[in-house]
C-alpha cells in the first residue's frame, strides 16, 4: 500500500518527521490507507510555500484564476464515482449521499469560478469637491482551512474555492480520519494546473499544526468547520496576530411539527434531516418538537420509516444509513440513550448498538426514537452527533420557539406548517443562521451557510463567503 503524501509548493512530500498514520473504514475496521502524518514543521512549510505563491496568484486576473477553477469542477465532475467511493471507504457515509456531496463540491468550484468574476468594487460621493472616494476589495491573503471528517469533500471545496477564486493562497488541513478523500481532491487540483503553492495540503497532529497556523504572521485568515470547543481555541489563538476567522461549529437544531403540517411530509424531512450521514451533521435534527395533538400519529408514520432504513456498510447501495465514525463516537451516542433512559425516556424504536453479523467489526447503532424525554436529558443538551432522535411536545406557538431557542447554538432549524402567517412568524422568531420551512434538505451552493451564538461566526455560501476572504480598501483620492 503507497503511503499518501502531503502537497506543497507543488510537490507530494512526505513528512518532516517522517511519521505516518493509517486510516480504517468505520463500517468493517478494515485497514484502507496510510498517510504522511505531519506536524507544525510541515505547516510552517507549507505556510511559507502559500507565502511565496499569493503576490502572482493575488495579482492574476479573474478570468485566470476562473480558468483553473472551471478546470478542477470537470475533473472531480468526471471522478465523481472514484471520489465518492472514497468517502464512503473512509468515512462510512452511504454512496448515495457521497456522490451528492461530491457534486456540490464540484459545484462549489464552478459557482465560485464565476463569482470571482464579481468582486466588484465601489465609488462613494465625496463631501468635498477635489476629492474622490474609491472602495475596492483586495483579497486577505494567506488562508489556513481546517475542515472535519463529516464532509470530507464538500467542506474543503466551501472553503478552498471562494479562497482562491478571491485570490487567496490556501493551506488545508483535513480531519484526520479522513486523508484520502482530501489527497485525491489534492491530486485533481495539481492536475487542474494551478501554479505552485496556491493550494497546498499539510496532514498530521492538529494541536501542532493549528499552533503554526496561529503563531505565523504570514497566516492572514482562519477558515475552519469543526466542534465549537476547538473553535473557541482558534479564536482565542488568531487573538495574536488579529487575524481574520470564520467559524462553522456545533449546532443543536430544533425541529418543530405543528397540529397543521402534512405529516407525510414531514416524516420525510425529518428523516432526512435526522438520519443523512448517521446523524453527523452539524444541522442535524437534535431535538424533535412536535404538537400534542398529533404527536401519537406522527410518531407511528416516522416509526415505520426508520424501521424500513437499512443500516449497514455505505458502499452498499441499498444502504441508507451508515455507520458512525469511531469507537467514540459509539460511546458518546450511546451514552445519550442510557442517561435518557435511565430519566425515563421511553425507546419507541432502536435504542442499541448493532454488533451482530456483519456490524460486528464497524462501530454501528441502530437508528433511535425516544419519547417521553424532558429538556433535562442529555440528548437535549449536549451535540449527539449520531442516529438517536429524542421527541418532546408542545401545546402553542410561543412555547415551542422558546424552548427551540433555549440552547447555546444557532446553526439550524425546522419547522413544518400549512399556515403560511405562522411559518414567517417562526421562521422570524427562531436564532438560527439557516430556518428549513417545510424542508428537511436545506443546504444549497449559493445559499448563505452559517450559525449565530455558538454555532459560528461568517457565512459560506454563495457570494457571501466571497465576503470572507476579502479586505475591503478605501483609497482616497485627491485631484
Ligand atoms: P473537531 O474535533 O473540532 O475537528 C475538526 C477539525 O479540527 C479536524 O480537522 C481536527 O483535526 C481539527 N482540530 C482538532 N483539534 C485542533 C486544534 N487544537 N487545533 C487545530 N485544529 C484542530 O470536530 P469533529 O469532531 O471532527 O467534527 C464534528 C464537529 O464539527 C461537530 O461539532 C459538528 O457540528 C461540527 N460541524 C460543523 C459544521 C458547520 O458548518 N457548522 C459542519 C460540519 C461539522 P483531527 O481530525 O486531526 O482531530
Aim: charged share 25%; hydrophobic share 45%.
Amino acid at each position: 500500500m503507497d503511503v499518501g503524501k502531503m502537497y506543497m509548493g507543488g510537490e507530494w512530500v512526505e513528512a518532516v518527521h517522517g511519521d505516518t498514520w493509517k486510516v480504517y473504514n468505520p463500517a468493517t475496521g478494515d485497514l484502507v490507507g496510510e498517510v504522511a502524518f505531519g506536524d507544525g514543521d510541515d505547516a510552517k512549510r507549507a505556510i511559507d510555500a502559500a507565502a511565496q505563491a499569493f503576490p502572482g496568484w493575488s495579482s492574476a486576473t479573474a478570468r485566470e484564476r476562473a480558468k483553473y477553477l472551471l478546470k478542477l469542477h470537470d475533473l472531480v465532475r468526471a471522478h465523481r464515482d472514484e471520489l465518492a467511493e472514497l468517502v464512503s471507504l473512509e468515512m462510512g457515509k452511504p454512496l448515495r449521499e457521497a456522490k451528492g456531496e461530491v457534486l456540490g463540491a464540484a459545484d462549489n468550484f464552478l459557482w465560485y469560478a464565476e463569482e470571482a468574476k464579481r468582486v466588484y468594487g465601489e465609488t462613494i460621493p465625496s463631501s468635498v469637491p477635489n476629492k474622490r472616494i474609491l472602495v475596492m476589495r483586495q483579497p486577505v491573503g494567506v488562508v489556513a482551512a481546517i475542515t472535519p471528517w463529516n464532509f470530507p469533500v464538500n467542506m474543503v471545496a466551501r472553503k478552498v474555492a471562494p479562497a482562491l477564486a478571491s485570490g487567496c493562497t490556501v493551506i488545508l488541513k483535513p480531519a484526520e480520519s479522513t486523508p484520502l478523500s482530501a489527497i485525491r481532491l489534492f491530486e485533481l487540483i495539481a492536475e487542474a494546473g494551478f501554479p505552485p503553492g496556491v493550494a497546498n495540503l499539510v496532514l498530521g497532529k492538529p494541536d501542532s499544526i493549528g499552533e503554526a497556523f496561529i503563531n505565523s504572521e504570514k497566516v492572514r485568515k482562519i477558515a475552519f468547520t469543526g466542534s465549537t470547543r476547538v473553535g473557541k481555541l482558534l479564536m482565542e489563538g488568531a487573538a495574536k496576530t488579529v487575524k481574520r476567522i470564520s467559524l462553522e461549529l456545533g449546532g443543536h437544531a430544533p425541529t418543530v411539527v405543528f397540529a397543521d403540517a402534512d405529516l407525510d411530509a414531514a416524516v420525510a424531512g425529518v428523516f432526512e434531516s435526522k438520519y443523512r450521514a448517521s446523524g453527523q451533521q452539524c444541522i442535524c435534527t437534535n431535538r424533535l418538537f412536535v404538537h400534542e395533538d398529533v404527536h401519537d400519529a406522527f410518531v407511528e408514520k416516522l416509526k415505520a420509516r426508520v424501521a424500513a432504513a437499512k443500516v449497514g456498510d455505505g458502499r452498499d447501495k441499498s444502504v441508507e444509513i451508515g455507520p458512525l465514525v469511531n469507537e467514540r463516537a459509539v460511546e458518546k451516542v450511546m451514552r445519550h440513550i442510557d442517561d435518557a433512559r435511565s430519566k425515563g425516556a421511553s425507546v419507541v424504536h432502536g435504542g442499541s448498538r448493532l454488533t451482530e453479523g456483519e456490524y460486528a467489526k464497524g462501530f454501528f447503532v441502530a437508528p433511535t426514537i425516544l419519547t417521553n424525554v424532558q429538556a433535562n436529558m442529555l440528548v437535549c443538551q449536549e451535540e449527539t452527533f449520531g442516529p438517536v432522535l429524542p421527541v418532546l411536545t408542545f401545546s402553542d406557538e410561543e412555547e415551542v420557539v422558546r424552548m427551540a431557542n433555549d440552547t447555546p447554538y444557532g446553526l439550524a432549524a425546522y419547522i413544518f406548517t400549512q399556515n403560511l402567517s405562522r411559518a414567517m412568524r417562526v421562521a422570524e422568531a427562531l436564532e438560527y443562521g439557516i430556518v428549513g420551512v417545510n424542508d428537511g434538505e436545506v443546504t444549497q451552493t449559493q445559499a448563505p451557510f452559517g450559525g449565530m451564538k455558538e454555532s459560528g461566526i461568517g457565512r459560506e455560501g454563495g457570494h457571501y463567503a466571497m465576503d470572507e476572504f476579502l479586505e475591503v480598501k478605501f483609497v482616497s483620492l485627491g485631484l
